[in-house]
């Protein structure tokens, strides 16, 4: 066994320069420590707990909430306008009408020199109800759908599902509801045909051997007990909704009630190497966001301010009154200016926008061996090779995406280097095969330098999406060696 410098001197030339000028992605299961490695597993356990108790966009933000008040922050709306300024080490935060998130740690140097945000969003494609769903046919009962975001239809059937929602009564009472969660809980499906009558389904195109007016949830099937009433098995589940809830049928028509793949989350692989479940994108990121802020709360008061932004309706373009197009961030923004700022101005929460720095905490398509054909290796995001940089996104040259800018880009790479965290590219896929998009442009718009970055997944958009611990532990450490140092 030689040592080290034996090993140097027996490299060849080209050897040596092949290390020295190469981009060599290394695989982060093989220079983790045993101490990292602890934590990786902890910080994964951590993360399915919190995966299974916040399925829709409203659970994922009331368990953000609750860990931020127990960390100390303080929601604004609280404060008021009046009374002293946010001095350094302040906690704050914003809950946007329950669905999105803004907080912040207030730094020590003027909002105007910009702040360091890390954003991310909490929705996740699934299948909504319509506004007049319950309907009887053939002695069923199903509940009529729309889904939310891209979905592959037919992925969504045969598979158990839950029910989540939110509905305020005719009376004005509001109420959640959560079924099919709970092991001894019923729960829901959409069916599919049985192969040996699919002779004709078969036939068909993926795209159109199930259609997306098809997803109707099978929610009951026993008649109410009186051959005099007019569809008995709906009347009987409306029976059920209104003992336990109070509900009538037309409360439905405002509820958002979402069903969403019941059950836990998992480890995945004998060597419990990676995790599996619904909902990754882009809860994964968001998880290892909010933590990053929690991790530097306690911190003595960073220089500049911390910002963590998490957002809903990113899967159906972030639009809305809750969604990153809307001005909630702004609006967060000025606050903070009006609060820490001696004249607050216009022009100064523009310039603290423009000056600030920001990572768009988003999933990438992890490199997946199966389908080849539709991904470039040399510039796919890998498994085990920790955090993705996505310089750009958008979809047949580049269109309807964001670019960071190469100044930036190279802030964050040497950071990350500086700070040992193993960081690897991510481009979606290969060119004209498809494309995505992220919060990022709705930032950048601001002036906000921003730059997408997060954890590979596969199956992206199904309702059991996949990820590697090592990438989401890793991830987590990178987005504080960002908020701390950008
Ligand atoms: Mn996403
Ligand atoms: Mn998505």
């Avoid at 740690?105 to 299948?127: C, Q, T, W, Y």
């Avoid at 933590?291 to 709360?297: H, K, V």
């Avoid at 199966?370 to 085990?384: E, L, M």
């Avoid at 996104?393 to 790479?413: D, I, P, W």
Wanted: hydrophobic share 35%; charged share 30%.
């Amino acid at each position: 066994m030689g040592s080290s410098r034996d090993k140097e001197d027996a490299k060849t030339e080209g050897q040596r320069l092949s290390e020295e000028l190469f981009f060599d992605i290394k695989n982060c299961w093989d220079t983790v420590s045993p101490e990292e490695l602890g934590e990786t597993r902890e910080f994964a356990e951590g993360y399915k707990d919190f995966l299974d108790k916040g399925k829709t966009e409203r659970e994922f933000t009331g368990l953000c909430v609750d860990m931020l008040k127990q960390k100390g922050f303080v929601e604004v709306e609280s404060l008021g306008d009046g009374g002293g300024k946010l001095r350094a080490g302040a906690k704050v935060y914003q809950n946007i009408k329950g669905k999105s998130l803004v907080c912040a740690v207030i730094g020590g140097r003027p909002l105007e020199e910009g702040m360091n945000i890390v954003g991310a969003h909490v929705d996740s494609p699934r299948i909504d109800l319509k506004t007049n769903p319950l309907y009887e046919d053939s002695g069923f009962a199903f509940f009529d759908t729309h889904y939310y975001g891209g979905i592959k239809y037919y992925q969504w059937t045969t598979i158990p599902l839950a029910m989540h929602g939110t509905v305020v009564r005719k009376d004005g009472e509001k109420f959640r509801i959560c079924v099919g969660e709970d092991p001894g809980d019923p729960v829901f499906t959409v069916t599919d045909l049985l192969p040996h009558l699919a002779r004709d389904q078969m036939q068909k195109k993926a795209s159109e051997f199930f259609d997306g007016e098809d997803l109707n949830i099978l929610a009951g099937s026993e008649p109410f007990r009186d051959e005099k009433a007019k569809e008995r098995v709906k009347l009987k589940l409306m029976g059920l909704l209104h003992e336990k809830y109070g509900m009538v049928e037309e409360d439905f028509s405002g509820a958002e009630i979402e069903f969403v793949p019941a059950g836990k989350t998992r480890d995945v692989g004998l060597d419990r190497s990676m995790v599996g479940g619904y909902g990754h994108d882009d809860r994964c990121c968001a998880y290892a966001a909010i933590r990053s802020i929690l991790a530097l709360a306690d911190s003595p008061p960073p220089e500049k301010t911390l910002v963590c932004l998490l957002t809903d309706k990113e899967e159906i373009g972030s639009v809305g009154n809750t969604g990153i197009q809307s001005r909630f961030f702004e609006n967060f923004t000025a606050y903070l200016c009006s609060r820490t700022l001696d004249h607050y101005s216009d022009i100064k929460l523009r310039r603290c926008l423009a000056s600030s720095f920001m990572l768009s905490a988003d999933v990438s398509a992890a490199y997946d061996p199966n389908y080849d054909s539709v991904y470039d290796k040399k510039t796919s995001s890998w498994f085990g090779k920790g955090m993705v940089l996505t310089k750009y996104t958008g979809r047949g040259g580049k269109y309807g995406g964001s670019e960071a800018n190469a100044e930036f880009c190279q802030k964050v790479q040497a950071l990350l280097n500086k700070n040992k965290i193993r960081w690897q590219f991510g481009d979606i896929g290969r060119v004209d095969k498809g494309g995505g998009g992220t919060i990022a442009l709705f930032v950048a718009k601001l002036g906000v330098e921003v730059l997408d970055c997060g954890v590979p997944v596969l199956s992206m958009h199904s309702p059991f999406e996949v990820i590697s611990k090592i990438d989401l532990y890793t991830t987590y450490k990178g987005y504080i060696a960002f908020l701390r140092e950008a």
